[in-house]
């Protein structure tokens, strides 16, 4: 899982680089310009393709945690082994599950700020603290992307964690399955 998530995260992380860049390209959204017109487009779709992928690297996590934590309890009972390790792993997962929370709201928020920005949505505003909404925007995606890098160090650290705590549980599965004569 540990190479899985590195390669997603840095997936992801690529392609809030290449909204970002395409963002900042745009002088001035409302231009009738064409050639403004397909850097907006182009700029909405990959931001909405960085949003979606990046939420699905955190549901990702999520679901690993999810199913290494009921495969730990099922083998803990089945084998009878001490629910240190169980509780080791939800202690990490509980410890996750709040920081890839805030980090799928705040995505979000960026899309949601986004949209407020463009000049042709019926949702936008003027300023906001005396920024215009881009810079709002602007200001939301870069520390969104600030905050998301560290919780996917937290997300990386914790899996890394949790897979030894795997290896540990597989490793006495096999030394009980080996004492009592059964197939490994």
Same mark, same amino acid.
């Given at each position: 899982m540990n190479r899985i998530f590195l390669?997603?995260?840095?997936?992801?992380?690529?392609?809030?680089a290449a909204a970002l860049l395409l963002g900042l390209q745009i002088d001035d959204p409302a231009a009738r310009s064409p050639a403004v017109q397909a850097l907006v487009s182009w700029h909405l779709l990959t931001g909405l393709a960085?949003?979606?992928?990046?939420?699905?690297?955190?549901?990702?996590?999520?679901?690993?945690?999810?199913?290494? !934590?009921?495969?730990?309890?099922?083998?803990?009972?089945?084998?009878?082994?001490?629910?240190?390790?169980?509780?080791?792993?939800?202690?990490?997962?509980?410890?996750?599950?709040?920081?890839?929370?805030?980090?799928?709201?705040?995505l979000i928020l960026v899309g949601a700020t986004g949209a407020a920005a463009d000049p042709a949505s019926h949702v936008?505003? !003027?300023?906001?603290?005396?920024?215009?909404?881009?810079?709002?925007?602007?200001?939301?995606?870069?520390?969104?992307w600030a905050i998301n890098v560290a919780i996917q160090a937290a997300e990386y650290s914790a899996l890394l964690r949790n897979?030894?705590?795997?290896?540990?549980?597989?490793?006495?599965?096999?030394?009980i399955r080996m004492e009592h004569g059964l197939p490994v």
């Open positions: 390669t997603l995260a840095l997936a992801g992380n690529l392609l809030v960085a949003l979606c992928f990046t939420i699905l690297v955190h549901a990702l996590v999520l679901t690993y945690f999810m199913g290494t !934590g009921r495969w730990l309890e099922e083998t803990t009972r089945a084998y009878g082994l001490p629910a240190d390790l169980q509780r080791q792993s939800w202690t990490l997962k509980y410890r996750v599950v709040p920081l890839l929370s805030v980090a799928i709201l705040l936008g505003w !003027g300023r906001i603290a005396g920024m215009a909404a881009a810079d709002v925007h602007l200001a939301t995606a870069l520390g969104t897979g030894a705590i795997v290896q540990e549980v597989l490793q006495e599965v096999r030394r």
